[in-house]
């Protein structure tokens, strides 16, 4: 049973559990741990307006990259191009920093696979279990091997 994923990502209220910048640094590296033995692994990350989503993308960032893992940084654009562009980059997955109808203080987070849909139940609760189990805690890359952010400037354009 999943314990921080709810029917659609991890929400709440900013800067509390679970939407601390330490919980969100740990669920981009339990995100990213499922990616780092493949090929130029990236995660695609967008977010919408919320004062806490810098935050919030500053600490995931900080931690797919601390895992050897690159990062296509979207920016502010709506939960359907992050799909649309975690396809047509062909990244691992997608990661949509939003709330969407919830109060302003509130945001959230929510995992998006390669294919362009929503992460299922069995893959949500693989990364929690990543995460409880504290399975990354070992893999600290260093030198060429940390991941590296590219900003996708034209991303609302495609």
Known sequence: ?????????????????PMTADIAFHIGR?????FKDKVNPKILIGRDTRISGDMLEAALIAG???MGVNVLRAGIIPTPVVA?????YNANCG?????SHNPF???GIKYIRGDGFKFTDSE?????RIYFENHSKDEWPIGKNIGRI?????????
Do not use: P, W
């Not at 990661?95 to 709330?99: D, L, T």
């Open 1 to 17: 049973m999943k314990k921080l994923f709810g029917t659609d990502g991890i929400r709440g209220i900013a800067n509390r559990e």
């Open 30 to 34: 339990a995100g990213a741990y499922l």
């Open 64 to 66: 797919i990259c601390s």
């Open 84 to 88: 649309y562009l975690t396809r047509i």
């Open 95 to 99: 990661i949509v920093i939003s709330a």
């Open 105 to 107: 203080d509130h945001n």
């Open 124 to 128: 949500e609760e693989e990364i929690e």
């Open 150 to 158: 590219k900003e996708l400037s034209q991303a609302e354009e495609k």
